[in-house]
C-alpha cells in the first residue's frame, strides 16, 4: 500500500550507507536567547554566533559547495543547518537515553577507520538535492564521530519501532495532480492557504472532515497505514504527531507544488507488530529520515531557544524554517485533547 498515492518527504542523504546503516534494516521555539551573542540556547547549553560562523568559514574553505552558496548569497541555508543540527544532537541522545539505545562504538571506530564517511569535499552529484546538500555539508564541518554518532542513533529509532508504528487518520486533499499528472487550476500559495485553513477547522471540529468527505470532497476516513507499507510516507509529520491532531503538509513539495494532505491523526500505535502482507525494505535514506521523524516527540523534551536570525522551528519539516511562513505546514491539538506535540 502507498499512502495517498505515494507522500513524499525531505531527503537527508546518509553518510552512513553501507557502513552503519546497513547494519539495522529490518528483516523479512521560543523567543530569542537571553544570552548577548548566543545563536541558540539548548538544554543550558549556548552555541555562539561565533561558533556558527566559525563553522560557515571553514565551510567556506574546505568545501566548493559551501563556495557556490556562498556566490548565491545561500549562506543563511547553511548557517541555519548548523543550529539545527546542534538542537537534534540533544534531542536524540535525550531520546537514545529514554528509549534504551546505546551507541556501538566498535562499529563506528570501524566506521572511521575504513574510510571517515564524513572526510573530503561533497560529491558533487548531491549538490542537486539541495537539502540533501546542506545537511551533508554541515556533519563534514562538525566533530565527525559526533554527526555519526547521532546519524547511528536515529537509525537504532528507526529500526527499532518501524516494525510496530501505524496510524490511523482521516484526510482530505487539495490541488492534487490529476491521474495523468496534471496540475490543477490552483496556484500554490493558494493551495497553502486553504490547507492550513483546513486543518485550522478540522482542529476545532473534527466531525467537519467525515462530513466534507460524505458530500464529495477528495479523501478518505479510517485510513489505517504501518510504516512498514511504505517507509518514505513514514518520515513525514503524518507518522510523528500523536492522536488527536490535525496537520496540512504537502506530501510532494518538488513534483507537485500545490498538492496539500490536511488530516486528522485518530490514532498512532507504536505497542505491538502491525501485520501487513506489503512490506516494503527501507533504504539507509528513509532509516534515517524516520529517525528523524521518530524524534518529533522528543522536541518538547529539550528547552531550547533559537536567535531568531536563525530561524523558527517548524515540527512539519523538522526543521528552522526562515520564519513562520516559510513554515512546511501546521500541526494543531484536536479541540479538548492535549496540546499536539511539536
Not at 575504513?114 to 572526510?119: S, T, W
Request: hydrophobic fraction near 40%.
Amino acid at each position: 500500500m502507498r499512502i495517498m498515492g505515494r507522500l513524499g518527504s525531505k531527503k537527508r542523504s546518509s553518510a552512513l550507507v553501507g557502513v552503519v546503516a546497513s547494519g539495522l534494516l529490518l528483516a523479512g521555539c521560543g523567543a530569542g536567547p537571553s544570552q548577548v551573542g548566543a545563536a541558540a540556547v539548548i538544554d543550558g547549553q549556548v552555541t555562539t554566533i561565533d561558533q556558527v560562523q566559525g563553522l560557515l568559514d571553514k565551510a567556506v574553505q574546505e568545501q566548493p559547495y559551501a563556495q557556490q552558496l556562498a556566490a548565491q548569497h545561500k549562506l543563511d541555508l547553511v548557517g541555519r543547518e548548523i543550529v539545527r543540527q546542534q538542537l537534534l544532537h540533544t534531542v536524540v541522545r535525550k531520546a537514545a537515553q529514554k528509549e534504551g539505545l546505546s551507541t556501538d562504538d566498535a562499529a563506528i571506530s570501524a566506521a572511521m577507520s575504513q574510510g571517515d564517511p564524513l572526510a573530503g569535499v561533497l560529491p558533487e552529484n548531491l549538490a542537486q538535492d539541495q537539502p540533501a546538500a546542506v545537511t551533508q555539508l554541515v556533519w563534514r564541518v562538525r566533530d565527525h564521530r559526533e554527526a555519526i554518532t547521532d546519524q547511528y542513533l536515529e537509525q537504532k529509532l528507526a529500526a527499532k519501532y518501524l516494525p510496530t508504528l501505524s496510524v490511523n487518520f482521516d484526510y482530505t486533499s487539495i490541488g492534487a495532480p490529476t491521474s495523468d499528472s496534471e496540475a490543477p487550476a490552483i496556484d500554490a500559495a493558494t493551495a497553502r492557504s486553504q490547507a492550513i485553513a483546513k486543518a485550522q477547522e478540522y482542529a476545532a471540529n473534527p466531525n467537519a472532515i467525515q462530513t466534507e468527505i460524505q458530500g464529495g470532497a477528495q479523501g478518505n476516513v479510517g485510513q489505517q497505514a504501518p510504516a512498514l507499507s511504505s517507509p518514505e510516507d513514514a518520515a513525514t509529520v503524518l507518522f510523528g504527531v500523536p492522536a488527536n491532531t490535525a496537520i496540512a503538509f504537502q506530501p510532494n513539495p518538488t513534483s507537485a507544488p500545490t498538492w496539500w494532505v490536511t488530516a486528522i491523526v485518530r490514532q498512532r500505535a507504536t505497542d505491538k507488530p502491525v501485520a501487513t502482507d506489503q512490506v516494503q525494505q527501507p533504504t539507509p535514506d528513509q532509516i534515517g529520515a524516520i529517525g528523524v521523524r521518530l524524534l518529533q516527540p522528543y522536541v518538547n523534551d529539550v528547552d531550547y531557544k533559537i536567535n531568531p536570525r536563525y530561524g523558527v522551528w517548524d515540527p512539519v519539516g523538522m526543521d528552522l524554517a526562515a520564519n513562520a511562513n516559510s513554515f512546511q505546514g501546521i500541526v494543531l491539538p484536536v479541540r479538548g485533547s492535549a496540546p499536539a506535540q511539536q
